[in-house]
């Protein structure tokens, strides 16, 4: 647990620093929401796939009402990737696009099969982690270390502090440990067991 709190630390320091670096792409955003989506979906066996629909514009309707943001909605059982998220997550690497969409098919996985936390921010934490999972797993894809600190780097920039509100996600140091974590489990054998709350 020193270990994982020691490099929660040194992500979370780096990813302050590197957020004021440009960052070239290596992959287009369709090649990382494609890549990313059907690695998840080999990873449970293209069973409860939720659908995909990205480059979305901001406001757009959908059957859970306007979409401000990226999100998963229960009630179509759909994935949701925003224009506005793809162009920030690009600020700090393409590797930060594919923990956006790792990140809301897990709360699909937590609505398909019952498992998501009633408290907001435990249940986006798990999400968080559970995406660190997806992304270590995806078979054909491998995360170098400037991959994961591009993903440390938007989970630090997303957290909040807006303890009252029902939109609070967790802090960025929060967010950080929780998909390192989800990272790291899927590399040394705990996998998916790593997220349970």
Same mark, same amino acid.
């Given at each position: 647990? /020193? *270990?994982?709190? *020691?490099?929660?630390?040194? &992500?979370? $320091?780096? $990813?302050?620093?590197?957020?004021?670096?440009?960052?070239?792409?290596?992959?287009?955003? /369709?090649?990382?929401?494609?890549?990313?989506?059907?690695? %998840?979906? !080999?990873?449970?066996?293209? /069973?409860?796939?939720? =659908?995909?629909?990205?480059?979305?514009?901001?406001?757009?309707?959908? =059957?859970? +009402? =306007?979409?401000?943001?990226?999100?998963?909605?229960?009630?179509?059982?759909?994935?949701? %990737?925003? #224009?506005?998220?793809?162009?920030?997550?690009?600020?700090?690497?393409?590797?930060?696009?594919?923990?956006?969409?790792? !990140?809301?098919?897990?709360?699909?996985?937590?609505?398909?099969?019952?498992?998501?936390?009633?408290?907001?921010?435990? $249940?986006?934490?798990?999400?968080?982690? @559970?995406?660190?999972?997806?992304?270590?797993?995806?078979?054909?894809?491998?995360?170098?270390? =400037?991959?994961? @600190?591009? %993903?440390?780097? &938007?989970?630090?920039?997303? +957290?909040?502090?807006?303890?009252? $509100?029902? !939109? !609070?996600?967790?802090?960025?140091?929060?967010?950080?440990?929780?998909?390192? @974590?989800?990272?790291?489990?899927?590399?040394?054998?705990?996998?998916?067991?790593?997220? #349970?709350?």
């Amino acid at each position: 647990m /020193k *270990a994982l709190k *020691a490099l929660t630390t040194a &992500l979370v $320091s780096l $990813s302050t620093v590197l957020a004021n670096i440009p960052v070239k792409a290596e992959w287009a955003p /369709k090649a990382v929401v494609d890549g990313v989506y059907a690695g %998840i979906q !080999h990873i449970h066996g293209y /069973k409860a796939t939720p =659908r995909l629909i990205w480059d979305v514009a901001k406001g757009s309707p959908s =059957r859970c +009402g =306007r979409v401000y943001g990226s999100l998963y909605c229960k009630l179509n059982h759909t994935v949701y %990737i925003t #224009r506005q998220d793809i162009q920030m997550a690009y600020h700090f690497g393409d590797a930060a696009l594919a923990y956006i969409v790792a !990140h809301e098919y897990a709360h699909a996985m937590q609505t398909a099969y019952g498992f998501e936390p009633r408290i907001t921010p435990i $249940s986006e934490l798990q999400a968080d982690c @559970l995406a660190g999972v997806y992304l270590g797993l995806i078979p054909n894809i491998v995360f170098d270390e =400037r991959d994961t @600190l591009e %993903i440390a780097s &938007l989970a630090y920039h997303i +957290g909040d502090y807006d303890w009252g $509100s029902r !939109h !609070h996600h967790g802090t960025p140091e929060q967010r950080v440990k929780a998909v390192v @974590l989800g990272m790291r489990s899927a590399v040394n054998g705990k996998s998916f067991a790593a997220c #349970r709350v």
